[in-house]
């Protein structure tokens, strides 16, 4: 179900806003689909990460069995919502550009979304146009890439 593909999409959702609310999942899928595990051989722990991303996001099984789908859903939309400290917006990488990029993408992400300003820029912002989660791809050392798109792209 998360295994990206360049010919369809099983599953996409906008990272820029939390998939569950009040425990209540938003997207369309059923408590099998989710239940089901992410990765095989099973894991107790999934290491993702994204090229735009300055960090990995690791997700934990909630079950004895592994990370599920649904662990993965949850957790990396959590930890999308997370807002950056100042040392990931002040540093040596990032330059003027970089900066004014992440302030873009935060005001767009805000806008008409009263009181999500004053919670500053989230890790999501780094991912700038490409917010939609397409799936995830076997990556390096066995860790999973996380592969995105733009509103309106298909299969990229």
């Known amino acids: 179900m998360l295994r990206h593909s360049s010919e369809y999409e099983v599953l996409a959702f906008d990272m820029r806003y939390q998939i569950i609310e009040g425990h209540t999942l938003m997207i369309p899928r059923n408590e099998v689909d989710l239940a089901q595990l992410a990765a095989y051989p099973p894991a107790p ?89 397409s799936g995830l791809a076997r990556g390096k050392q066995g860790m999973w890439e996380i592969k995105s798109r733009r509103v309106g792209d298909r299969h990229i």
């Open 45 to 133: 722990v999934l290491r993702l990460y994204h090229p735009k991303l300055p960090w990995y996001i690791d997700i934990h099984q909630s079950h004895p069995t592994g990370v599920t789908v649904f662990d993965v859903l949850a957790q990396m939309s959590l930890q999308m919502q997370a807002p950056i400290h100042g040392r990931h917006y002040y540093n040596d990488v990032l330059d003027a550009a970089d900066r004014a990029a992440l302030g873009k993408t935060y005001k767009e992400r805000c806008r008409g979304r009263s009181g999500q300003s004053r919670k500053g820029i989230f890790h999501v912002d780094f991912l700038g146009e490409k917010f939609i989660f």
